[in-house]
């Protein structure tokens, strides 16, 4: 098989204030729908899958769809339970929802006029009604997580050889 890799490079945000995550959408949103209109796939991903990783593909979702934030991320969390922004990312994506998810739906349907956007929002509204299926029946035995805590980082214990526990 023939691959061809790109990539986007999007910081470190753990070293930026996160305040600014927000600014990427659209750059994201074009990498991805550039890539998908090509007939490619795109990964996004970031240290666990869980917040920075989430919120990008939720801005997508949400740009792409009629689905709100809280929808965006249900159809994430569908597809990977331990999906979950931070707080501080699930604001921004409540202010993009609110402030530029219009602007920014108008600007991707200019940009790429000939790109359908009905077989997106088909397949997340099928996916949306699978979670809510899955979440309250009985099938998952009450183990599924609707929001679960996300998985904390491990952090070294506390010990003399280690100079951070001064």
């Known amino acids: 098989m ?3 890799i790109k990539s986007i490079y999007v910081y470190k945000l753990q070293t930026l204030q996160v305040r600014i995550f927000h600014s990427f959408f659209s750059r994201c949103n074009d990498f991805i729908h550039k890539a998908r209109a090509s007939g490619g796939g795109v990964l ?11 919120t990008i593909a939720a801005a997508y979702l949400m740009s792409v769809t009629s689905l ?4 965006s991320l249900k159809v994430l969390r569908g597809a990977r339970s331990i999906a979950n922004p931070n707080c501080g990312f699930q604001k921004q994506l409540h202010q ?5 998810l219009t602007e920014e739906r ?7 006029p000939r790109q359908s956007f009905q077989l ?17 029946s009985k099938e998952c035995g009450g183990i599924c997580r609707r929001y679960g805590p ?11 050889d280690n100079p951070r526990s001064s």
């Open 96 to 100: 993009f929802e609110f402030q530029r």
């Open 44 to 54: 996004i991903h970031c240290l666990a899958g869980v917040s920075r990783s989430v």
């Open 150 to 160: 996300p998985p904390s980082p491990k952090r070294r214990s506390p010990h003399r």
């Open 120 to 136: 997106d929002e088909k397949e997340c509204k099928q996916l949306l009604v699978v979670y809510h299926a899955t979440t309250k």
């Open 68 to 71: 709100s934030c809280k929808d």
């Open 2 to 4: 023939n691959f061809r």
């Open 106 to 112: 108008r600007r991707l349907r200019e940009r790429y």
